[in-house]
Nanobody, 124 residues
Framework: QVHLVESGGGLVQAGGSLRLSCTAS????????MAWFRQAPGKEREFVCG????????YYADSVKGRFSISRDNAKNTVYLQMNSLLPEDTAVYYC?????????????????WGQGTQVTVSS
């Protein structure tokens, strides 16, 4: 069992930055591919970015390429999402998810554990 807790969300003006963190319980964090998804009101949950369990490969949705960056620190059981040049359309609840020995870009249904989500609001 892995328990994921996101933090770092908040309200920011367009063009600003935020860094989200997702900390996992358990001793097997390094064996999980990790990803960030987001869900805006009235929309489906969508993939934002992911990193494979080895940490050598990262993947990004086209909408965030060049603005967002995912990284992981296995010693701290934490995955990060650095979000720069934020846009109002980035407003959503952001979720981290864990996929056992996952590639980092698996489909939504492949993830074994999810965090509770953290709200990101970008004002124009």
């Amino acid at each position: 069992q892995v328990h994921l807790v996101e933090s770092g969300g908040g309200l920011v003006q367009a063009g600003g930055s935020l860094r989200l963190s997702c900390t996992a319980s358990g001793r097997t964090f390094s064996s999980y591919g990790m990803a960030w998804f987001r869900q805006a009101p009235g929309k489906e949950r969508e993939f934002v970015c992911g990193i494979n369990w080895r940490g050598g490969s990262t993947y990004y949705a086209d909408s965030v390429k060049g603005r967002f960056s995912i990284s992981r620190d296995n010693a701290k059981n934490t995955v990060y999402l650095q979000m720069n040049s934020l846009l109002p359309e980035d407003t959503a609840v952001y979720y981290c998810a864990a996929d056992w020995v996952g590639p980092g870009n698996a489909g939504l249904r492949n993830y074994d554990f999810w965090g509770q989500g953290t709200q990101v609001t970008v004002s124009s």
